[in-house]
């Protein structure tokens, strides 16, 4: 359609400029606001223990390491798979190949080229049996792997696996020009990694601070913000004073914060609260060597004597739901019909002394073969929620009998020394969980020796089966009821007691736009945040 008379078409625009007048101030002008520039520092409990991807297993080590190294594939903000460092992918029709094609130009910080032998180099260092690592399970599925040429990875399974598409992110990539030959364990780049994502790495001073700079060679696009900060305050009341005074930019608040702390003029003048239940479940784990835990009934009578409505009300202030199993209520995996854990100190009484628990010198606790049923729950320093959930179990325990002690450890330690060591009786912990619904190497037996994250030692075969079996299915409603019968022997066998789900309750100083929440929560697209140059805080010498 073309405009014959030039007035109507000027009128036309000056009316539907008074109607869009916003539209476009966001769409357009925000757009053009977009400048780079500025640090943002936000607040963790906890240090990182090692930047290479395959060798940690906590969640700080693979938040900063997700900023540094990419995946072939990611979630996007819907939780929909898309390609990250693989451009696209075809999977046969037996679905035993996936054939990766990798983008081209992609660079190391140090100026070498990605490509498809980095991918390889990588499986093979993680298929490596002398190599520590949790995450080998999802590649030992792999029958051989190739790359026709450099820009070309194709993997044959032995069988079909559904998880194969998502297992390909950031943990299988490696500089193969930097450790070829090399022990990864004791490589420098655990501590000063080498970058091929939005940030790279700048410091590290230990139980202080984590710096990354922009990566401007990225081969997406540029990072908006110039830096990334990562102080590690192990204190949640110091972390929120650091807030305060204006020395933070973003943490994760409390409940109490949240809902008390953060309802005045100054924090409604400065921050953006975000709210969402997360992708992770709190539990207490039991040491199933140790002569307390090793008899079911016991583990369902703490189960029965652990009230989760309380915690929920009282720890987390209703920013929460109980948990009974590992997958969130909505979660398509979640068994809706899963019998409900209830709060019943007599039940727990009584499995106590069908389990032949019993005060026979009536001091209070309960002993069995002159040994008091007296134990120590373990947790890490610095998190509030976790040891007020510590003190409700250990004076609900008291009623049935059993004494609790609480010891709280420094992160690092915590995993050093108590869990790879497997030094612990209960501990209360978290997991944080991705969208593929596969926990093999959470509960299979084979994962329950070494290092591996099956640290409370739970063997159970039909789970094994069952394990295997959802790993094979790619039939949606069948993957489900296998997943649903995994939830149901969990129940039963109580290897963990399955606290609550939490609420993750961010806070995030105003300056900073750009934020989408989204299914996938707010960091998907943490590389297009950005804050307008006249609010810069920060600003380049």
Same mark, same amino acid.
């Given at each position: 359609?073309?405009?014959?008379?030039?007035?109507?078409?000027?009128?036309?625009?000056?009316?539907?400029?008074?109607?869009?007048?916003?539209?476009?101030?966001?769409?357009?002008?925000?757009?053009?606001?977009?400048?780079?520039?500025?640090?943002?520092?936000?607040?963790?409990?906890?240090?990182?223990?090692?930047?290479?991807?395959?060798?940690?297993?906590?969640?700080?080590?693979?938040?900063?390491?997700?900023?540094?190294?990419?995946?072939?594939?990611?979630?996007?903000?819907? =939780?929909?798979?898309?390609?990250? =460092?693989?451009?696209?992918?075809?999977?046969?029709?037996?679905? =035993?190949?996936?054939?990766?094609?990798?983008?081209?130009?992609?660079?190391?910080?140090?100026?070498?080229?990605?490509?498809?032998?980095?991918?390889?180099?990588?499986?093979?260092?993680?298929?490596?049996?002398?190599?520590?690592?949790?995450?080998?399970?999802?590649?030992?599925?792999?029958?051989?792997?190739?790359?026709?040429?450099?820009?070309?990875?194709?993997?044959?399974?032995?069988?079909?696996? @559904?998880? @194969?598409?998502?297992?390909?992110?950031?943990?299988?990539?490696?500089?193969?020009?930097?450790?070829?030959?090399?022990?990864?364990?004791?490589?420098?780049?655990?501590?000063?990694?080498?970058?091929?994502?939005?940030?790279?790495?700048?410091?590290?001073?230990?139980?202080?601070?984590?710096?990354?700079?922009?990566?401007?060679?990225?081969?997406?696009?540029?990072?908006?913000?110039?830096?990334?900060?990562?102080?590690?305050?192990?204190?949640?009341?110091?972390?929120?004073?650091?807030?305060?005074?204006?020395?933070?930019?973003?943490?994760?608040?409390?409940?109490?914060?949240?809902?008390?702390?953060?309802?005045?003029?100054?924090?409604?003048?400065?921050?953006?609260?975000?709210?969402?239940?997360?992708?992770?479940?709190?539990?207490?784990?039991?040491?199933?060597?140790?002569?307390?835990?090793?008899?079911?009934?016991?583990?369902? !009578?703490?189960?029965?004597?652990?009230?989760?409505?309380?915690?929920?009300?009282?720890?987390?202030?209703?920013?929460?739901?109980?948990?009974?199993?590992?997958?969130?209520?909505?979660?398509?995996?979640?068994?809706?019909?899963?019998?409900?854990?209830?709060?019943?100190?007599?039940? !727990?009484?009584?499995?106590?002394?069908?389990?032949?628990?019993?005060?026979?010198?009536?001091?209070?606790?309960?002993?069995?073969?002159?040994?008091?049923?007296?134990?120590?729950?373990?947790?890490?320093?610095?998190?509030?929620?976790?040891?007020?959930?510590?003190?409700?179990?250990?004076?609900? =325990?008291?009623?049935?009998?059993?004494?609790?002690?609480?010891?709280?450890?420094?992160? !690092?330690?915590?995993?050093?020394?108590?869990?790879?060591?497997?030094?612990?009786?209960?501990?209360?912990?978290?997991?944080?969980?991705?969208?593929?619904?596969?926990?093999?190497?959470?509960?299979?037996?084979?994962?329950?020796?070494?290092?591996?994250?099956?640290?409370?030692?739970?063997?159970?075969?039909?789970?094994?089966?069952?394990?295997?079996?959802?790993?094979?299915?790619?039939?949606?409603?069948?993957?489900?009821?296998?997943?649903?019968?995994?939830?149901?022997?969990?129940?039963?066998?109580?290897?963990?007691?399955?606290?609550?789900?939490?609420?993750?309750?961010?806070?995030?100083?105003?300056?900073?736009?750009?934020?989408?929440?989204?299914?996938?929560?707010?960091?998907?697209?943490?590389?297009?945040?950005?804050?307008?140059?006249?609010?810069?805080?920060?600003?380049?010498?």
């Amino acid at each position: 359609m073309r405009f014959k008379n030039y007035r109507i078409f000027f009128l036309i625009i000056a009316i539907l400029s008074v109607f869009f007048i916003d539209i476009i101030d966001i769409s357009v002008f925000a757009e053009n606001n977009k400048n780079y520039g500025d640090t943002i520092i936000l607040g963790s409990i906890g240090d990182a223990s090692n930047l290479m991807p395959m060798l940690s297993s906590d969640a700080t080590s693979h938040e900063i390491s997700g900023l540094l190294i990419n995946g072939l594939v990611k979630y996007d903000k819907n =939780l929909n798979l898309v390609g990250d =460092l693989a451009k696209s992918w075809e999977i046969s029709p037996d679905g =035993l190949t996936i054939t990766f094609h990798l983008k081209k130009g992609v660079l190391w910080e140090d100026g070498k080229e990605f490509t498809a032998e980095d991918v390889i180099f990588g499986f093979k260092t993680i298929t490596d049996p002398k190599i520590p690592t949790a995450y080998a399970g999802d590649f030992m599925m792999v029958k051989d792997i190739s790359a026709p040429d450099k820009y070309t990875v194709v993997v044959n399974y032995k069988e079909p696996f @559904a998880p @194969a598409l998502g297992s390909w992110g950031n943990i299988v990539v490696l500089p193969k020009h930097l450790l070829e030959g090399k022990d990864i364990t004791a490589s420098p780049l655990a501590r000063k990694p080498i970058s091929l994502g939005p940030y790279k790495f700048k410091e590290w001073k230990t139980q202080e601070k984590i710096v990354l700079e922009a990566n401007p060679a990225y081969f997406d696009e540029r990072p908006y913000l110039d830096n990334y900060i990562m102080r590690i305050i192990p204190d949640s009341a110091t972390m929120f004073l650091e807030l305060k005074t204006g020395n933070l930019d973003w943490m994760g608040l409390s409940p109490l914060q949240y809902s008390r702390q953060t309802k005045n003029k100054f924090f409604n003048d400065n921050f953006n609260k975000y709210q969402y239940l997360a992708f992770s479940y709190t539990y207490m784990g039991y040491n199933l060597k140790s002569p307390f835990f090793n008899d079911k009934k016991v583990r369902q !009578a703490l189960n029965y004597a652990i009230n989760k409505e309380e915690i929920v009300n009282g720890v987390l202030l209703g920013y929460g739901i109980p948990a009974h199993g590992p997958y969130k209520p909505d979660s398509p995996f979640y068994n809706r019909n899963l019998p409900k854990s209830v709060y019943d100190l007599e039940k !727990a009484k009584a499995l106590l002394k069908e389990a032949g628990w019993a005060d026979t010198n009536k001091d209070g606790i309960l002993d069995k073969n002159n040994i008091k049923f007296s134990f120590t729950i373990l947790t890490n320093q610095g998190n509030d929620l976790r040891l007020k959930t510590a003190q409700i179990i250990q004076h609900r =325990l008291k009623q049935i009998g059993i004494e609790a002690k609480i010891r709280t450890v420094e992160w !690092a330690a915590f995993i050093k020394d108590f869990i790879n060591k497997r030094r612990f009786e209960a501990i209360i912990l978290g997991w944080t969980m991705g969208i593929e619904p596969d926990i093999y190497d959470i509960w299979h037996s084979s994962r329950a020796d070494g290092v591996g994250l099956n640290f409370i030692g739970y063997k159970n075969t039909e789970i094994d089966k069952l394990l295997e079996e959802g790993r094979k299915t790619f039939d949606i409603e069948k993957r489900k009821q296998i997943y649903f019968k995994i939830q149901e022997i969990l129940l039963d066998d109580q290897p963990y007691t399955f606290l609550y789900f939490p609420m993750a309750l961010p806070i995030i100083h105003k300056r900073f736009k750009g934020i989408e929440p989204a299914p996938s929560g707010i960091t998907h697209n943490f590389e297009k945040w950005y804050v307008p140059k006249n609010e810069q805080k920060y600003i380049a010498p």
